[in-house]
């Protein structure tokens, strides 16, 4: 907003105005910035498909490990397993943390578990322990995925630098269409109106591009997505 305003003042100050195509210049910013927005909300929609099948993983071994015949004790020792699993799970999504190997070593302790275990649990039980295991991974994965490669840094930075670009060059635009002697007021109002819509647009995606943080609107409700909601 200070560059636009700071663009337009100058602009009258030393009567700086020229023509040129606005074609163009609304291509190179808005084309990137509507492709980032999509790209990003892709992603969340990805998240929340992700999100179920973690659910519905951790859902299902919960069952299991009610009906299985396994002791109270062992049953208990259990259900804290996948307990840490979905505490570390939820809390790495809301972190800026990329390594996941803390959350493979907690998976890995309910195979331990199942291996120690394995001449009291029937093999039928295992084998469904087992693949619900692998679902939990390609969730865990994936979640982990979208939280760490996001739109390219490049493209983002691209829009931005141009956001910022535009007013110097809209501005004596605009003055040099409607004249000089045209209301000044309204020139600032437009040029600040345009820039305030570019911007909140690239904020918008910005904010789209952490679905997790639980910092913006439409960010995920990660509290939805536990075993006990």
């Known amino acids: 907003m200070a560059i636009s305003v700071a663009a337009v003042f100058v602009c009258y100050h030393f009567e700086i105005y020229f023509n040129v195509d606005l074609t163009l210049l609304s291509i190179a910013i808005i084309f990137p910035l509507v492709f980032t927005i999509r790209g990003s909300f892709r992603r969340r929609e990805k998240a929340l498909e992700h999100l179920s099948q973690y659910r519905s993983a951790m859902k299902t071994l919960s ?34 943390e990329s390594n996941i190997t803390h959350l493979d070593a907690e998976i890995d302790k309910v195979y331990g578990f199942i291996l120690e275990k394995r001449e009291t649990i029937p093999k039928g039980l295992k084998d469904k322990l087992f693949k ?17 490669h996001r739109t390219p840094v490049s493209l983002k930075a691209y829009c ?4 910022y670009i535009f007013p110097l060059i809209y501005a004596p635009t605009i003055i040099f269409n409607i004249g000089l002697t045209y209301n000044h007021f309204a020139v600032y109002f437009v040029v600040i109106l345009t820039e305030f819509i570019l911007i909140s647009l690239y904020n918008i995606q910005d904010d789209l591009e952490y679905p997790f943080d639980d910092k913006g609107l439409d960010d995920i409700k990660l509290d939805h997505f536990k075993v006990l909601r």
Do not use: M, P, R
């Open 63 to 96: 069952y299991f490990i009610t009906t299985s015949n396994l002791k109270a004790e062992e049953e208990i020792t259990l259900k804290l397993l996948i307990q840490n699993i979905e505490d570390k799970t939820l809390g790495h999504l809301k972190s800026d």
């Open 132 to 148: 619900y295991l692998c679902d939990l991974h390609e969730a865990v994965d994936n979640l982990n995925g979208i939280h760490v």
């Open 160 to 163: 931005k630098v141009f956001i």
